[in-house]
């Protein structure tokens, strides 16, 4: 992707992140009489604005020195939610790419069974031109602090495994449902830990797609071209992903062996 095409693209999903109200925009200011800054949103100042620390009304001032900065919010402000916010976003961009269909999304969600306490990164609802039935994916996606810190620190991130309580719970949920599960990573490739359990929900026959930095990073014609690769087969755009990113991170041989070829 060219650099021009990726600041553009750049813009677009922060642009999509402020309607979607996953960031908010604001500006930091400092106050004349305590000199202390503090975060502002477009909500809390006109003319003037009291400060947050020592409570003075003041003057806004000049604006132009001060650059835009973007806070989370909703239930990306909750503790733990922020983390895995790109990952989240990117994926939904990347789906969206894929599949050309209606597609409607909830951002990170709780949920109970009357026994247990959940959360999931995100659910899509998507449905083709002319058909009569929605496809449900729920996704799970791994945070990218740790591609962060590895860069500051100048050293290699290594991706921690799936928690013991995210396998159990995804599991759980796509056989009670029957829906996609989406696993997805902004590291190259997920662990061998992890590609062992999704070899178990593959065999279990549970619908699985997993989206790394390969499929995450893809502008839309390289989306394009690597549904393209599957386009002569009788399938709806959610069953060609699934299958194309099964082979892709689990290999052909045990996509084959579970009859999963395209």
Not at 84 to 105: N, P, S
Request: charged letters at 25%; hydrophobic letters at 40%; aromatic letters at 10%.
């Amino acid at each position: 992707m060219s650099r021009k095409a990726q600041i553009k693209a750049a813009h677009h999903l922060l642009a999509g992140l402020i309607q979607k109200r996953v960031l908010r925009q604001g500006l930091e200011l400092q106050c004349e009489r305590c000199q202390r800054h503090s975060w502002y949103g477009l909500d809390e100042f006109g003319d003037e604005y009291k400060c947050k620390r020592c409570f003075h009304t003041q003057s806004v001032g000049m604006l132009g020195e001060n650059p835009w900065q973007y806070v989370s919010d909703g239930l990306f402000t909750l503790p733990g939610k922020m983390a895995g916010c790109l990952a989240a976003a990117t994926a939904l961009v990347c789906l969206r790419y894929f599949l050309h269909e209606d597609f409607k999304i909830a951002p990170s969600f709780e949920y109970n069974d009357g026994t247990n306490d959940s959360e999931r990164d995100f659910a899509v609802l998507a449905s083709g031109f002319l058909e009569n039935d929605v496809d449900v994916i729920f996704g799970e996606c791994k945070t990218a602090e740790c591609f962060a810190d590895a860069s500051a620190k100048g050293t290699v991130a290594t991706l921690p495994d799936l928690k013991q309580k995210e396998k159990d719970d995804t599991r759980e949920l796509g056989k009670r449902t029957g829906a996609y599960l989406a696993f997805c990573t902004l590291a190259q490739d997920f662990s061998d830990a992890d590609k062992d359990f999704f070899k178990e929900l593959v065999k279990d026959k549970q619908k699985l797609i997993i989206l790394t930095k390969t499929h995450l990073e893809m502008d839309y014609m390289a989306a394009s071209e690597y549904a393209n690769k599957g386009r002569g087969a009788p399938l709806k755009n959610v069953e060609l992903l699934s299958r194309l990113t099964v082979i892709h991170c689990l290999g052909e041989d045990f996509a084959k062996s579970q009859y999963i070829w395209i």
